[in-house]
């Protein structure tokens, strides 16, 4: 099968990742093998693939944002069938074991492992996968709109949520493109007021186009404090830029998997009891839910498609805020 490897971490600029011809992968017990439709094109793809974080081993396929065919099952596997579109997240496998999983925590599990780094993932024509993590994909999604859910708009969700926002609220985005604009018509489905603070000229439109109340860079004053805040973006001098944007008892959530650190600030900011959390990973109950709002709303994802060997070509696109909104290989 064709499939995009990483043998070398290095700038985009290098082209890392190589089209090869691999073996295709048989399921084990327990497992799935997913015929590769599309796959997403992720941040934390580029930080993989640039070297900001280390999967366990190389050579390695990135891509956790599939969606495919299910074309082969491994023994005892009950509740899907061959045919079957589904949808492979961030989130490959835990252990079920540990205190965290036990406690619905899994996301935090001291044994998780990842889709596209501890496990080969959907930047190739086919993938395998525990069944219980292939995600059924209603009809009403096309294929390369329902990509993008699987890892940004997932974790959008979670940031969402643990951002505290109240119904009616008012929120801001920071940082703006696959994830963030997502959250943005989720927001206003919930009735929220948005504010969307980024660079990028295309992204400030979209962010309107989709409903923003008000548009921004992050020097900007907001018109009113918000009650909520996420950062997308990985730059740690946001954080203070969110906390001087919320009001009191507000909650700034980090939605990135890596930021730069986050300077020194005087107390003050934060303490009017804000709120200050990470966001990491997202569980079993977060997938399930987000696609079934998604499909519900309807959540639309604007992208834009690249074919498989042009992996290399996406990431670029991405990393300097040049595709619609997100990035999308075109595998099949
Ligand atoms: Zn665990
Ligand atoms: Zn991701």
Redesign the pocket.
């Known amino acids: 099968m064709r499939a995009m490897v990483l043998r070398q971490q290095s700038p985009a600029e290098q082209y890392p990742l190589q089209l090869e011809d691999l073996p295709l992968p048989t399921p084990k017990k327990g497992e799935v093998r997913v015929r590769v439709l599309v796959c997403g094109v992720?941040r934390?793809d580029l930080h993989i693939v640039e070297g900001d974080i280390h999967p366990p081993r190389l050579p390695l396929v990135p891509g956790?944002?599939v969606v495919g065919i299910v074309d082969a099952l491994g023994d005892g596997v009950k509740d899907i069938r061959e045919g079957d579109r589904v949808g492979v997240p961030?989130l490959y496998s835990t252990d079920g074991t540990c205190s965290y999983c036990l406690r619905g925590q899994e996301n935090l599990c001291d044994a998780g492992r990842f889709t596209g780094f501890d496990a080969n993932g959907g930047y190739a024509e086919a993938l395998v996968v525990a069944s219980a993590r292939a995600y059924a994909i209603s009809k009403s999604l096309s294929e390369e709109g329902a990509a993008p859910l699987l890892?940004?708009g997932v974790i959008g969700y979670r940031a969402f949520r643990l951002s505290n926002i109240p119904r009616d609220g008012r929120i801001i985005l920071i940082g703006f493109g696959a994830s963030a604009h997502l959250v943005l018509q989720l927001a206003r489905h919930e009735g929220c007021e948005v504010y969307v603070m980024t660079r990028s000229a295309g992204h400030q439109s979209l962010a309107r186009e989709l409903g923003a109340a008000w548009v921004g860079s992050a020097e900007d004053q907001p018109p009113a404090l918000a009650d909520s805040a996420i950062v997308f973006a990985p730059a740690g001098g946001l954080v203070l830029n969110a906390l001087r944007a919320v009001r009191k008892g507000g909650t700034v959530a980090l939605a990135g998997i890596t930021m730069s650190d986050i300077p020194p600030m005087p107390y003050d900011l934060l303490y009017p009891e804000r709120i200050v959390r990470s966001v990491a990973n997202s569980t079993h109950r977060d997938v399930r839910e987000f696609l079934d709002l998604a499909a519900e709303v309807p959540i639309r994802a604007s992208v834009q498609m690249f074919p498989l060997e042009q992996a290399n070509e996406a990431l670029l696109a991405m990393k300097h805020s040049k595709t619609e909104a997100a990035a999308v290989l075109k595998v099949a």
């Open positions: 992720c934390t956790h944002q961030w890892c940004a």
